[in-house]
């Protein structure tokens, strides 16, 4: 009755703007650039995160690196090239549009703050398919806390027996576990850790299998 979709990775391809955007500040200690693949492997816990394992991959963290100017550096870049490059994953609007003619209600959980979240959405003309959005930002928790997907779910007017959560990361996974929520995760996503190492429910390897996925949990 009710899916929850991470953001990043899960529903759209994010990774080459915000590599545009790592990329804009690491000259600035000498570092870069990185690779869309490598950022891949390195999203996760926010843009600030995302720096220091940028910087850790290149040689280290140098001394005199000033993390937060080289965050804000990075933010007002990312947030003024949201969409340069970014997209739906194949077959997400497809997908969107099957669970919504099928009754689900649908709800986006995600650690990216919850302003560049509505412009996202609503740039790539996704934002309508969605009752509730939950930022990074938009509780004192976030994902793996349980109450982040909780309280999604509350604004969706969803209970977690009635719900299932689609994410490709360890904070997904650790998020829906928590909340006694079932959760599909995807294998093109965005982790560190391998995807069949991350204890999902059930992997797929595209979006489009997603409908006759969600059929086993019912």
Do not use: W
């Not at 600035?28 to 390195?42: F, K, L, Q």
């Not at 937060?68 to 990312?78: C, D, Q, R, V």
């Not at 509730?132 to 938009?138: E, M, N, R, T, V």
């Not at 991350?198 to 992997?203: E, K, P, V």
């Amino acid at each position: 009755r009710a899916v929850v979709f991470d953001l990043d990775g899960t529903l759209v391809d994010t990774a080459p703007d915000l590599t545009a955007a790592l990329n804009h500040v690491l000259p600035r200690v000498d570092r870069g650039p990185v690779t869309v693949e490598a950022v891949r492997t390195m999203v996760g816990q926010g843009l600030r995160k995302l720096i220091e394992r940028s910087l850790a991959a290149t040689g280290g963290i140098p001394d005199n690196a000033d993390i937060e100017a080289m965050f804000s550096g990075a933010f007002e870049f990312y947030r003024d090239h949201l969409t340069d490059q970014s997209i739906p994953f194949p077959a997400a609007r497809n997908v969107l549009d099957h669970l919504t003619n099928d009754g689900v209600t649908l709800g986006v959980c995600t650690n990216k703050p919850i302003a560049l979240s509505e412009i996202l959405l609503e740039e790539l003309n996704l934002i309508g398919y969605f009752a509730a959005i939950l930022g990074g930002d938009s509780l004192d928790v976030k994902k793996p806390e349980a109450e982040h997907l909780l309280t999604t779910l509350a604004h969706m007017n969803a209970k977690a027996e009635d719900a299932v959560m689609i994410g490709d990361s360890q904070a997904d996974i650790e998020a829906a576990r928590a909340a006694a929520v079932p959760v599909v995760a995807v294998s093109y996503g965005y982790t560190m850790i391998p995807v069949n190492e991350l204890g999902a429910d059930a992997i797929i390897d595209h979006l489009a299998d997603l409908p006759d996925t969600l059929l086993q949990f019912t």
